[in-house]
């Protein structure tokens, strides 16, 4: 079946630092989601990638899906303690349901 | 527009025990989708409904069921509990359920189970 990995898991930077996660999925992707939760929170959507190779930027946050819509990445510039949060991505492919990844946690520093 | 509602936000029972998680999809959104978040493990997909019918099923056993009523409200239910069974549970709606749309989540429902 369609599994999505997801590094790291967890990650801690300075404020000011960047940061990014990687998602690699085993069978190509019809699409990427991103979602992020807040600690205590749910997972609240973000973007949606579908184009081989597309970007696309949101203020200091960029997402990117790969040629072969295998693996996507998210990029965040400059991080500020408002970033903190679990980051999921979630693909799915054909008729498959959306496997999520395992996530990678988030701790920014001040 | 109200979000999705899950409820309720809390429980605690015993092993040996069954419960049942409610969710209210957003007016208008048709699908629920059901999630097992345990740390560690991320998000699990438990089972779909769309109009009343379960159209995907995650790999978890019979114990964990579902349904959903005409008003598009979702009902997971959980028997005899075990130990490993305590996770937030979350519940997710979309208008049809299509793979290209976003999932709005409930609040979800934390799971303890003593």
């Known amino acids: 079946g369609q599994q999505v990995m997801q590094i790291p898991q967890y990650q801690h930077v300075q404020e000011g630092e960047d940061f990014t996660t990687y998602c690699n999925s085993s069978t190509t992707l019809s699409n990427i989601q991103w979602y992020k939760q807040r600690p205590g929170g749910h997972p609240v959507f973000l973007i949606q990638?579908?184009?081989?190779?597309e970007v696309k930027k949101q203020k200091r946050l960029t997402f990117q899906f790969g040629e072969a819509k295998k693996n996507s990445s998210l990029h965040i510039t400059a991080t500020q303690t408002t970033d903190v949060g679990t980051y999921f991505c979630a693909g799915s492919g054909g008729y498959q349901k959306v496997t999520f990844g395992i996530g990678t946690k988030l701790q920014v520093i001040p | 527009k109200a979000g999705v509602t899950q409820t309720p936000r809390y429980l605690i029972k015993t092993r040996g025990q069954q419960v049942t998680l409610s969710c209210s999809p957003i007016?208008?959104?048709?699908?629920v989708s059901w999630y097992q978040q345990t740390p560690g493990q991320g998000l699990q997909f438990l089972f779909e409904y769309f109009s009343e019918t379960q159209r995907n099923k995650g790999n978890f056993p019979g114990r964990f069921s579902g349904r959903q009523f005409s008003n598009s409200r979702s009902e997971m239910n959980v028997s005899t509990l075990e130990l490993g069974d305590s996770a937030l549970y979350l519940c997710?709606?979309?208008?049809?359920?299509?793979?290209?749309?976003?999932?709005?989540f409930g609040s979800g429902t934390q799971l303890s189970v003593l």
């Open positions: 990638l579908v184009k081989s190779g």
């Open positions: 997710a709606s979309s208008l049809e359920g299509s793979l290209n749309e976003k999932l709005f």
């Open positions: 007016s208008g959104h048709r699908s």
